[in-house]
């Protein structure tokens, strides 16, 4: 006998009430006229080709209850008057901004949600948005104790309701629905990926990307989704068939430096192949820094700097060949794509794989600027 309470539609209705009773917020506004969408393998912007340059904003990550100092500080940073945050954006040419959001902050079953908020979200993609830039508003479960998931659960369901309930009528928002699912691919993990079931880690019931996908389109949100691989964003290898009924998906892919994920053949077989199957890839979290915590050494182990630029001018050029848009991480978490919140862009000069310090935003504001410039 089939049970109810593990079908689809009784998961979206029983988010779908709690995100109404408890979801109070001001009616979404229109900010403009575009429309994000996919056509023929590629993305559009209003029904012309578009390649988004995007820069991450981790200052809206934890809500307030638990933001502490330094994420207050990046926080204050972007809403400063005047926008320098965004000025600085446009400058390099991006064209794209990134939130990542907090998956319990967004919850309306969580102790970390509050109005107040989802005030902040929306005032700041308004601010993106009035700017000029496209957003992708980032559901993530890393800040709190729910980042033990690792994989969609039900709270990711309610959350990403709010943010429908949110954004829907601003086109130029996309939705990435689950940041970095973590489980290794295989035919059974894939399996979860895509409809969910018992958490192989423990706790609370996985829900699955279908069911996601679903839930944002029965709501009657039209945006463009993001729906990110398996092994923290990085492999699609294996992926069954997931179908979205409003016909406007990407797919996601977090191409950070990992054991044989160095070179083209790596991109390729984890999700280059998309490309040439006709489906539309995004490439919305990426960055390579120096160091034993960094991405750079588990590629190049002793490389110089030079080497170093070389590489990842290598994997730019992979991109760009593909017309695959990129996301870098983050504009405001000193040391990735600035020295400092506000500073200059790091640099690999002077560097190497093994020493501290070392980043890829000279390379990003050229490369953003060579490739969107106007």
């Known amino acids: ?38 056509k023929r393998g590629l993305i559009t912007l209003n029904g012309r080709q ?32 005047g926008q320098p945050e965004l000025s600085m954006a446009a400058s390099w040419k991006a064209n794209m901004i990134r939130f990542q959001l907090s998956q319990a902050g967004l919850d309306p079953k969580s102790k970390y949600w509050s109005q107040e908020y989802l005030q902040e979200i929306q005032s700041a993609v ?8 496209v957003v992708n508003v980032n559901v993530d479960d890393q800040d709190t104790e729910s980042g033990k ?52 880690n423990g706790g609370d019931r996985l829900v699955g990307m279908q069911t996601l996908v679903n839930a944002v389109r029965k709501v009657g949100a039209r945006n463009l989704i993001i729906v990110d691989g398996l092994d923290w964003a990085r492999r699609f290898e294996g992926m069954p068939h997931i179908d979205d009924p409003g016909h406007n998906m990407v797919f996601g892919v977090h191409p950070y430096y990992a054991s044989h994920y160095c070179k083209p053949s790596d991109w390729q077989k984890s999700f280059g192949f998309l490309i040439e199957d006709g489906f539309p890839v995004l490439a919305s979290e990426w960055n390579a ?12 182990k002793g490389a110089s700097g030079d080497k170093i630029k070389q590489e990842v001018w290598k994997f730019l050029g992979y ?17 990735w794509v600035l ?5 200059e862009p790091t640099t690999f000069d002077g560097f190497t794989a093994e020493t ?19």
């Open 50 to 81: 578009f390649i988004p340059y995007g820069l991450d904003i981790y200052g809206l990550m934890s809500p307030p209850s638990v933001r502490g100092k330094q994420a207050q500080e990046r926080y204050q940073y972007f809403m400063q008057p």
């Open 149 to 200: 998931h690792r994989m969609p659960t039900e709270a990711t369901l309610r959350a990403c309701l709010q943010l429908t309930r949110l954004f829907s009528n601003d086109l130029g928002v996309m939705y990435e629905l689950y940041n970095e699912p973590a489980l290794s691919p295989n035919p059974h993990n894939w399996q979860l990926w895509l409809h969910g079931g018992q958490n192989p």
């Open 356 to 374: 501290p310090g070392g980043g890829p935003g000279v390379i990003v504001r050229n490369y953003f600027r060579t490739q969107n410039g106007k």
């Open 289 to 300: 820094t120096t160091g034993p915590k960094g991405a750079v050494i588990r590629c190049f």
């Open 339 to 343: 020295k400092k919140i506000g500073g």
């Open 1 to 38: 006998m089939c049970n109810v309470r593990n079908t689809i539609e009784y998961q979206v209705l029983i988010a779908l009430v709690v995100v109404c009773i408890f979801g109070k917020f001001p009616a979404t506004a229109q900010y403009s006229s575009d429309v994000l969408s996919t």
């Open 126 to 133: 308004t601010q993106a948005r009035q700017a000029g830039f």
């Open 319 to 335: 991109l760009q060949r593909r017309k695959i848009g990129l996301c870098v991480w983050a504009f405001d978490y000193p040391g």
